[in-house]
T-cell receptor
């Protein structure tokens, strides 16, 4: 299995621009999670989906952040407009129900100038 | 709310020696899972070991083992015969059946040659 795939691996953008991060979970996994990691706040859960349906988005910092999962093999996390404080590494992870282990993608390192 | 505490921000160990990383958590649940994840400089999050709370036997994976003390809410990771490749950030994580996944702040492990 290819594991969780994220793109892009690195993104540099200017403040105010729209940023879209992409994730392909492991085939057969029905849970998908988006995390953000910063030095100050550590690893934070932003949102997670079950069977493509958002279950808990309480970790999404503000309305500038949105996430979608149009099908079982693809999810996006969008930031519009982006701000310098959004600079972080964003991880996508997936898991198979009843197995309870999350498998992480390689992360997207985002820098907003 | 569940919390995970790792009281050692940094640890170091001599190559081939043994090191123990500590983790405590707070929960009112009786059934849950505990994990240790490793994050090397590549930033990839890698599952090291997991423990089901209903199991009394401590989980082991090759050189990695845990000391799970449910009453004390303690979940330490022991790395035997430390290798240079073990140098990384180590995150303790908790997850209950409600899919609420919580990470600790991490412990940075250095392995000295």
């Amino acid at each position: 299995d290819a594991g969780v795939i994220q793109s892009p691996r690195h993104e540099v953008t200017e403040m105010g621009q729209e940023v879209t991060l992409r994730c392909k979970p492991i085939s057969g996994h029905d849970y998908l999670f988006w995390y953000r990691q910063t030095m100050m706040r550590g690893l934070e859960l932003l949102i997670y989906f079950n069977n493509n349906v958002p279950i808990d988005d309480s970790g999404m910092p503000e309305d500038r952040f949105s996430a979608k999962m149009p099908n079982a093999s693809f999810s996006t996390l969008k930031i519009q407009p982006s701000e310098p404080r959004d600079s972080a590494v964003y991880f996508c992870a997936s898991s198979f129900n009843r197995q309870e282990t999350q498998y992480f993608g390689p992360g997207t390192r985002l820098l907003v100038l | 709310a569940q919390t995970v505490t790792q009281s050692q921000p940094e640890m170091s160990v001599q190559e081939a020696e043994t090191v123990t990383l500590s983790c405590t958590y707070d929960t009112s649940e009786s059934d849950y899972y505990l994990f240790w994840y490793k994050q090397p400089p590549s930033r990839q999050m890698i599952l090291v070991i997991r423990q089901e709370a209903y199991k009394q036997q401590n989980a082991t994976e090759n050189r990695f083992s845990v000391n799970f003390q449910k009453a004390a809410k303690s979940f330490s990771l022991k790395i035997s015969d430390s290798q240079l490749g073990d140098a990384a950030m180590y995150f303790c994580a908790y997850r209950n059946y409600g899919q609420n996944f919580v990470f600790g702040p991490g412990t940075r492990l250095s392995v000295l040659p």
